[in-house]
């Protein structure tokens, strides 16, 4: 089944794509995967870091090649690596660092700029239409006079 409006598993993925699909590269199951292995490429560079005497004839110099592993990754990848078993690390110990990764990194490259977008244009609105006077209202019932842009 191909996913499309009617096939999606919820609005957000069906009507709402078009508004929410800069949040796929952060929450997707692909998304997932891609921070998963970033988690553990990151915890196998610390544990060389540390005077481990297993892990002390590594190579440091190979740390940056480990990383464009996941700076490339993209789909292909995924598909290649999502049934892969944690060695010396459960799901969760991935999963608990992988998640809150993405809910960050989501809220720095989507959410607060979108949000800072809102508040420049509400302050252009504001500024705008300082002078437009209108009725307040209390309780659904007429107030005093006040001005839009307040």
């Not at 096939?7 to 800069?22: C, L, V």
């Not at 796929?24 to 292995?37: G, H, N, Q, T």
């Not at 009725?135 to 659904?140: D, F, M, N, P, V």
Request: aromatic share 10%; net charge negative.
């Amino acid at each position: 089944m191909t996913l499309d409006l009617l096939t999606a598993i919820s609005p957000i993925d069906g009507r709402y794509r078009g508004k929410t699909e800069a949040l796929a590269d952060y929450f997707s199951e692909y998304a997932l995967i891609r921070y998963r292995v970033r988690v553990e490429i990151e915890y196998f560079i610390t544990l060389c870091e540390l005077p481990l005497p297993q892990l002390a004839s590594f190579d440091h110099s190979l740390f940056p090649r480990l990383r464009s592993i996941y700076s490339a990754f993209d789909e292909v990848c995924a598909q290649r690596v999502k049934d892969i078993i944690h060695f010396g690390l459960t799901s969760q110990d991935i999963n608990n660092t992988s998640v809150p990764l993405s809910v960050k990194e989501a809220l720095e490259k989507v959410y607060c700029p979108a949000v800072e977008e809102l508040i420049a244009q509400l302050s252009d609105y504001a500024e705008e239409w300082k002078d437009v006077a209108m009725l307040a209202k209390t309780h659904g019932q007429p107030a005093s006079p006040t001005r839009l842009g307040k």
